[in-house]
């Protein structure tokens, strides 16, 4: 008797085939099913390099992941791309199902946050905004000499060296790959710059633009006036005047500056008063952005030599010290 027309054989081999149709059916259902996550969604996710792809599944439960380890195991291995699984910091939002898990890990979509910089901060206000975001504090023990050294600039100061931008990192990321992505943009921004120079500048380097671009950012309060007030500054190094600008008074005065401006502060020597030196200041004050880098290097062609805060944001500019006292006069003295 042939096996085929055995009623025994023929019902066990059925009932085989409805197994494996159950099971494929429900490994498809279990495939396409959000994974339950209580209320711990979202889940934060890390995974380390180097994590097999069963130390992956236990660390998705270990985040919160309400489902048996060894299942995921066994779906990364038969979906043949588990060793694609990428390290990183991963957010699985509520509805996460194991395909979706997968492909979001197979293609590092990690969870990004943003970390702005504003022009016109130093970097104190920098190193405050780091410790505040989820990034790994690499740079908070260091120096400022130290920070330079790692980032791979020994011996050259920090401040100003830091482009004002918004920058996209993972949860848990190095603060210094941070700064030096901001380092590397300050570098090509500078160098731009630089490259567009008017050919009478007496401006001698990128660093010395660098610097005087971070004054005329602190020094300006509306944009139509940055380019005079470059150009205001222009004209003082050309004529070896001092460039008696308070923001650079106020950066020497460091921590001990409590928001009042004296006298005795602008009579009091140190490396930044340009009330008492000649000529830029030793280091930027300030991140510049990329309008106050293009103003220290294409000034506004103006015989102004002097100017004044009205009190609006806007600037009054004039050509000589009579003109300019009254000036004073009337917007700061109130006469």
Known sequence: MKAGRNPVVRRAFKALLLLVVLLAAAAAWWLHAPLPMGDAAPVELAIEPGTSPRGVARDVQAAGVQT?????????????????????????????????????????????RALTLVEGWNLRQVRAALAQAELRPDSAALSDAALMERLGHPG???EGRFFPDTYTYAKGASDLAV????????????????????ADTPLKSPQEALVLASIIEKETGREADRALV????????????????????????????DGNLRKRDLQADTPYNTYTRAGLPPT????????????AVQPAATRALYFVARGDGSSQFSQSLDEHNRAVARYQ???
């Open 68 to 112: 048996d380890a060894r299942l995921l195991y066994w779906w990364f291995r038969l979906s043949g791309q588990s060793r694609l699984i990428r390290a990183g910091n991963y957010e699985l939002p509520q509805g996460t199902t194991p395909r979706s898990l997968l492909e979001k890990l197979v293609r590092g979509d990690e969870t990004l």
């Open 156 to 158: 050259e100061p920090a």
């Open 179 to 198: 700064l030096r992505r901001a380092l590397h943009a300050m570098e090509r921004q500078l160098a731009a710059a630089w490259a567009q120079r008017a």
């Open 230 to 257: 470059a150009g205001v500054f222009t004209n003082r190094l050309r004529a070896g005047m001092l460039l008696q600008t308070d923001p650079a008074v106020i950066y020497g005065l460091g921590e001990r500056f």
């Open 284 to 295: 930027p004050i300030a991140m510049p952005g990329k309008a106050s880098l293009m103003a």
């Open 333 to 335: 003295l109130g006469r």
